[in-house]
């Protein structure tokens, strides 16, 4: 759902998945050396990104914001509605991602 930042790991509550995904996309950023990218974005910041991708767009309009979040790799969606975990993120980027763990 729309974050009022662009991490979504602020505020009163901070959601445990948004804080694995966060240290995910910053693991892969600096580890994937040009063999994986990872792409997050966030309603409230990026809204054109959802219109602009027919797949997102189709999602949101069959499911609604119950569609968020979308996951999708190479262009095809592999999940709706719940974050990926480490295990899918490891398959879907084809890396080891056990030192991005969050305890």
């Known amino acids: 759902p ?8 602020c505020g009163p509550s901070v959601d445990k998945e948004l804080i694995q995904t966060t240290a995910i ?5 600096v580890n994937a050396q040009g063999q994986a990218m990872f792409i997050r974005r966030n309603l409230a910041q990026n ?15 069959r499911q609604g914001i119950n569609a968020l979040p979308i996951t999708l790799v190479d262009g095809q969606l592999v999940k709706t509605g719940e974050y990926p975990t480490i295990n899918e993120f490891s398959s879907y980027l084809d890396m080891d991602l056990v030192a991005a763990l969050v305890h």
């Open 2 to 9: 729309a974050m009022c930042c662009s991490t979504g790991v």
């Open 25 to 29: 996309q910053r693991y892969v950023s």
């Open 47 to 61: 809204p054109d990104a959802f219109v602009r991708n027919p797949i997102v767009a189709q999602e949101l309009k």
